[in-house]
């Protein structure tokens, strides 16, 4: 089992930066794809970038060239950072984590089974 819990969140202005990061309680000692979805006020929610347990890594187009998604395995942390945001970004940012994830599948949040409780994201023009 996972528990995650995000942070970094925060306000910022067009064309700024953010990082967010997830500490994993990483209990079980297995092996998972991490990633961060976002869900905006009656949207629905987007897989935004997530890295398999070898590294490969997928963005959404929406955010490649702005974010980079990393882990550091010995922390048991996520992390995401965020530059040139757009009010676009604005919204509920959620770390995940789920085991034995298809390469296609890996921005689909119904194949995650952990979440964290989300970290605010809001841009301003």
């Known amino acids: 089992a996972q528990v995650l819990v995000e942070s970094g969140g925060g306000s910022v202005q067009s064309g700024g930066s953010l990082r967010l990061s997830c500490a994993a309680s990483?209990?079980?000692?297995?092996?998972?794809?991490m990633a961060w979805f976002r869900q905006a006020p009656g949207k629905e929610r987007e897989g935004v970038a997530a890295i398999e347990p070898d590294g490969s890594i997928r963005y959404a187009d929406s955010v490649k060239g702005r974010f980079t998604i990393s882990q550091d395995k010995a922390r048991n942390t996520l992390s995401l950072n965020m530059n040139s945001l757009e009010p676009d970004d604005t919204a509920m940012y959620y770390c995940?984590?789920?085991?034995?994830?298809?390469?296609?599948?890996?921005?689909?949040?119904?194949?995650?089974?952990?979440w964290g409780q989300g970290t605010q994201v809001t841009v301003s023009s």
């Open positions: 990483d209990t079980d000692g297995m092996s998972y794809t």
């Open positions: 995940a984590a789920g085991l034995a994830i298809p390469s296609w599948l890996l921005l689909d949040g119904e194949h995650y089974n952990y």
